[in-house]
């Protein structure tokens, strides 16, 4: 059983190398180089277009902030700067009256 | 080493003529390895350049121009198993391809001396790819690399970055069923050889 398992491994060695020869290692074509660099030009385009997409990308998302920013945010914050302004005055304007009814020896 | 570390190191930098000569010092033999691996004459070209597209866009993560040649071989390895397991995806489609190929191949070949030897060796080829076959695309490619391409335990524990048992195992048990699947093609050939010598006899 050994010598036939033996004797099995020899030929597909055998095998092998004949497959060896029988597939020499090919001649490359004329239009393999030019192919080559045509492949690494279209992968550097294509990099290149993702990135240029990106970049728009982040470029309309930063127009869109602006916007967003100078025509919502904006008026928002003065608008609450403004009642900010206006609260002031109405506390001030309590604090008067208390004083007022304190002068006048109303109750506390 | 086909190429000098310093073309090497001149093609990291980006220069483009240094590449193209380490293309042209390597083609040939990542094409006859490729041809080996995956037995498609008419696809070796386009894996091939497939291989070194991967390697101009790979070549700044290479560490030192020393693991050059075994950074070239994963990239074939890898190159030629993604063509292996799409191949695998459209097999049945292909099947027809192939009958046509080896009769055109058989066509072309002039005189009958040359057409006897080319039909040895596509006999050759396609007992060879059969057996191949009989095992997944990572243990085909590795088989064919240590059998075929005759590389060493050593470099193919570079290529691969496992230990070299852990490749003995893996190339073992591989061998074992190519093994089984040829003996087991020799005994049907045996007893077709002898069933048609049985029919030869009885007229």
Known sequence: MDRMQHQGEK???ALFAEYRMACPDPEPSADFMPSMWKRIEARRVATVSVFRHWAQICVMATLALTVLI??????????????????LEALSAEHSADYIHMLAGGPR | MLVEFELIERARSGDDSAFNQIVQAYRKRILGTISRTIGRPEDVEDVGQEVFLRLYYSLDQLRTPEVFEPWLYRLTVNAAYDYLRRQRRRQESRMSDLSEQQVMLADAAAGSKRRDEEQRRTKIRELAQSLLGQVSEEDRILLTLKEVEGLSLKELEKIYS??????????????????????????????????????????
């Open chain 2, 162 to 203: 496992v230990n070299e048992n852990a490749l003995k195992v893996r190339l073992f048990r591989a061998r074992q069923r190519v093994l089984k699947a040829f003996g087991a093609r020799e005994n049907s050939e045996a007893v077709s050889k002898a069933g048609l010598g049985s029919a030869d006899d009885s007229e």
């Open chain 1, 70 to 87: 100078g025509g919502v945010l904006i008026p928002k914050f003065q608008e609450n700067a403004a009642s900010s302004s206006s609260y």
């Open chain 1, 11 to 13: 030929r597909l060695d």
